[in-house]
């Protein structure tokens, strides 16, 4: 009785989990995927005998799962609905051949009758298979065809020499001798995770290899190549000196590590981030903070900061690339390291750190900007900072590799002078206060010019996001996890506001006017913040209640008068200020 009650509980959650998630609840759909990944990994496992295609497999689930979890139209059945999502996905995969599709493993090779062969050695079998390979091309009808094997053979060949004797000997064992992962950790007196963990290192070490080999990148065997290291030392940079604007905060921090010390209010002010908001039409996702042409804006601030910089950026294909509306420009990249550790060494070797975007943050953040100020080749590591990790962390160079949205910019130096003459730069104080002030009005009243092309998702920016937010507290799902966020970066942005006005280098009636938007922003500030209290920058699945919801719209409705307020004021400065001139 006391098992049953407990089966028809979980249910009851199972059903009100898929009825948020329906509306657009993802923490909801992140705790049953978290209640049942393990059982689909064994639902693929079984079916396919394969545990690394399962992983693949309930990837491709998983993320079917959450496109199309709004037609399940009984909800109470999201178990055997999902079981059926693998299933239709694991065969899906065996009918393009099996799980291999037209490439079979090493293990799926029949050992011809030869007794020229030691079947336990990896060189004389791929000896072997190359030699009846190119036998073959010369015999059969298809000679293309066979030279094109015996080109696989030769190149995996080449490739295997990327593995340790070890990972060798593993990899032999489990390919060739048929062994199972715990008769090969019996065999190396080694636990049968570390066997897994092996094999899985091993084929991604030939993965990479093989990608290598296709473009002659593999080394020189002869040679080899001096192995280094350099970590740099980035000067302290306490909390109260930067901004819940993780880009701008790593810039700051940045430019200080190059001897250009500038104060946050100054980069968050002409930079336009102190007066942005852009929220989702869907729901309170915090992705709108992060879309905007980040190609144009970063070397735009940086130039108008009087440095040149240079960036790599990409995603991977066949990868869920996180932040798509403002990736989708970006060029399609291999995941090998050659591909951006020499950027990395490039910039570190002279001193200078990298921005790189981490979708790798700590939490409760899912991916921020980071600086990547070190790098090291016998550990096969970078050193790079974290927003919630004070002494900063490591990305191994297969993670680093493996980063689905590859974002990373280094400066080159200075802006030179006849550069600088056909794109002038801003240097005069007032003239630049002008050009924030401006930029700030015309962001708040016609929102962000950066348009994407990703038809599924769209944004709302400027003064009619607090509309657009207050409605998803009123009649829509709000997303607690990104509101949260939301409202912490918001109430951040309004405060650097309010106190890069105070700064302005403006005199007369147009400096009242300035001081006057400054304190509107101040008051916006205050109710974003009570927001914030309400509804704190935590992973949680908790519900907000009808009660926090009413309160929260109404800090929102505050804080939009608040800033519309600040909006008048600093068109009537901008107005003074030319009829001073005149």
């Not at 992983?55 to 178990?79: C, E, K, N, P, Y």
């Not at 919630?388 to 200075?414: H, Q, T, W």
Request: a negative charge; hydrophobic letters at 40%; glycine letters at 6%.
């Amino acid at each position: 009785m006391k098992t049953e009650l407990i089966a028809v509980r979980a249910e009851e959650q199972d059903t009100t989990l898929v009825e948020r998630a329906q509306q657009g609840d993802t923490e909801a759909f992140g705790e049953l995927i978290d209640r049942y990944r393990g059982q689909a990994h064994g639902w693929a496992e079984r079916m396919t005998g394969d545990p690394h295609l399962a992983d693949d497999i309930v990837q491709d689930a998983l993320i079917r799962a959450f496109l199309h979890v709004g037609s399940l139209a009984d909800t109470s059945r999201f178990l055997p609905w999902f079981h059926r999502i693998v299933r239709n996905q694991a065969n899906m995969r065996m009918r393009r051949g099996g799980p291999y599709g037209k490439e079979k493993p090493l293990s799926s090779w029949k050992k011809p009758d030869t007794g020229s062969v030691d079947w336990d050695n990896l060189d004389s079998i791929l000896g072997h298979l190359t030699r009846s390979a190119s036998i073959a091309a010369r015999a059969e009808q298809d000679p293309a065809h066979q030279l094109m094997r015996k080109e696989l053979y030769e190149t995996i060949h080449a490739v295997l020499h990327c593995l340790t004797r070890k990972e060798r000997n593993i990899f032999e064992a489990y390919f060739f001798r048929q062994l199972s992962p715990e008769e090969i950790a019996d065999l190396f007196q080694m636990s049968v995770g570390s066997i897994y963990t092996y094999l899985h290192r091993t084929r991604r070490k030939l993965r990479d290899e093989r990608i290598r080999s296709s473009l002659a990148l593999l080394p020189d065997k002869e040679e080899s190549p001096l192995r280094r290291s350099r970590m740099l030392h980035l000067p302290d940079w306490p909390p109260h000196t930067g901004t819940a604007v993780t880009l701008i905060d790593r810039i700051g921090h940045w430019l200080a590590a190059l001897g250009n010390q500038r104060e946050t209010d100054e980069l968050m002010g002409v930079s336009g981030f102190a007066f942005r908001m852009k929220i989702s039409d869907k729901t309170t996702f915090a992705d709108g903070i992060y879309i905007y042409d980040w190609r144009t804006e970063i070397t735009s601030l940086l130039r108008s900061l009087g440095y040149e910089s240079t960036v790599l950026c990409g995603q991977l294909a066949a990868s869920p690339v996180p932040l798509l509306a403002a990736a989708e420009r970006f060029p399609v990249v291999l995941p090998i390291e050659e591909a951006v550790l020499p950027f990395i060494r490039q910039y570190i070797d002279l001193g200078k750190p990298v921005l790189y975007f981490d979708t790798s943050a700590a939490r409760p953040f899912v991916h921020e900007w980071s600086l990547m100020y070190g790098y090291d080749d016998d550990a096969r590591e970078v050193a790079l900072t974290d927003v919630m990790i004070a002494d900063g962390k490591r990305l191994s160079y297969d993670e680093l590799a493996d980063n689905p949205l590859r974002f990373l910019v280094g400066i080159d130096g200075m802006v030179e002078r006849t550069s600088a003459k056909t794109n002038p730069i801003v240097v005069d104080p007032k003239s630049r206060a002008e050009l924030a002030m401006r930029e700030a009005v015309r962001y708040s009243r016609h929102g962000c010019t950066y348009r994407h092309g990703t038809v599924y998702l769209s944004y709302t920016s400027g003064l009619a996001a607090y509309d657009r937010w207050i409605g998803h507290l009123t009649t829509g799902h709000p997303n607690r996890y990104g509101m949260g966020q939301l409202a912490y970066v918001y109430a951040d942005t309004r405060r650097h506001a309010a106190r890069y006005l105070r700064s302005l280098p403006l005199g007369g009636e147009a400096l009242r006017l300035a001081l006057l938007a400054s304190e509107a922003y101040e008051q916006a500030a205050a109710s974003l913040g009570a927001l914030s209290a309400e509804v704190p920058f935590v992973r949680t699945t908790e519900l907000l209640t009808e009660e926090a919801r009413t309160a929260c719209a109404s800090w929102l409705k505050e804080a939009k008068e608040f800033e519309t307020a600040a909006v008048g004021y600093l068109e009537k400065a901008i107005i003074e200020l030319h009829i001073k001139e005149r």
